[in-house]
T-cell receptor
Framework: KNEVEQSPQNLTAQEGEFITINCSYS?????LHWLQQHPGGGIVSLFM???GKKKHGRLIATINIQEKHSSLHITASHPRDSAVYIC??????????FGEGTQLTVNP | DGGITQSPKYLFRKEGQNVTLSCEQN?????MYWYRQDPGQGLRLIYY???????QKGDIAEGYSVSREKKESFPLTVTSAQKNPTAFYLC????????????FGEGSWLTVV
């Protein structure tokens, strides 16, 4: 069993839909990261959070430390949101443990 | 602008050859990392370095080597001992303390022919 698990693995949505990607972890963490990987392979950091909720534009990330669970929400989804979304946990110092990613496809 | 530069983007290697992937950052970050990504799998840590002239093995270090002679540079050599080197390789950096934002390069696609 992976220390960081994401669901779903694949997600297809219609433009405008509200999207949720979930991440569960089984170890103590200092922070939880949400990353976005574009088709070309480059990865950008979307959020880093250790408690509560963060919002950036149409993206919202939440974390529940007691339940060891985090969610990434996308409101009013758009085809340009199509990417792989990766959850990663800071378990030991600055090392990260990664989930396998969620492939999101938003159709027009 | 500050960031991480990986090169080359695409690389083909013959079996039995060593190849070196470059990673340079101008973010003044202490910590640098090399990850490998295979289809359908999460990123796996190859090597990491938290300070110049020091580095540690990650989860899949066999067949790889690194050096950290300068703060801004962390090259990865894929040696002929790596049995299945075809993969996507990502370099990353962060401030040394845990819980800091991590920055990634654009990645390097290595294909063994």
């Amino acid at each position: 069993k992976n220390e960081v698990e994401q669901s779903p693995q694949n997600l297809t949505a219609q433009e405008g839909e509200f999207i949720t990607i979930n991440c569960s972890y089984s170890v103590g963490i200092s922070a939880l990261h949400w990353l976005q990987q574009h088709p070309g392979g480059g990865i950008v950091s979307l959020f880093m959070l250790s408690s509560g909720k963060k919002k950036h534009g149409r993206l919202i990330a939440t974390i529940n430390i007691q339940e060891k669970h985090s969610s990434l929400h996308i409101t009013a989804s758009h085809p340009r949101d199509s990417a792989v979304y990766i959850c990663a946990a800071s378990v030991s110092g600055s090392r990260l443990t990664f989930g396998e990613g969620t492939q999101l496809t938003v159709n027009p | 602008d500050g960031g991480i530069t990986q090169s080359p983007k695409y690389l083909f290697r013959k079996e039995g050859q060593n190849v070196t992937l470059s990673c340079e950052q101008n973010l003044n970050h202490d910590a640098m990392y090399w990850y490998r990504q295979d289809p359908g799998q999460g990123l796996r840590l190859i090597y990491y370095s938290q300070i110049v002239n020091d580095f540690q093995k990650g989860d899949i270090a066999e067949g790889y080597s690194v050096s950290r002679e300068k703060k801004e540079s962390f090259p990865l050599t894929v040696t002929s001992a790596q049995k299945n080197p075809t993969a996507f390789y990502l370099c990353a950096s962060s401030s040394d303390r845990g819980g800091n934002t991590i920055y990634f390069g654009e990645g390097s696609w290595l294909t063994v022919v």
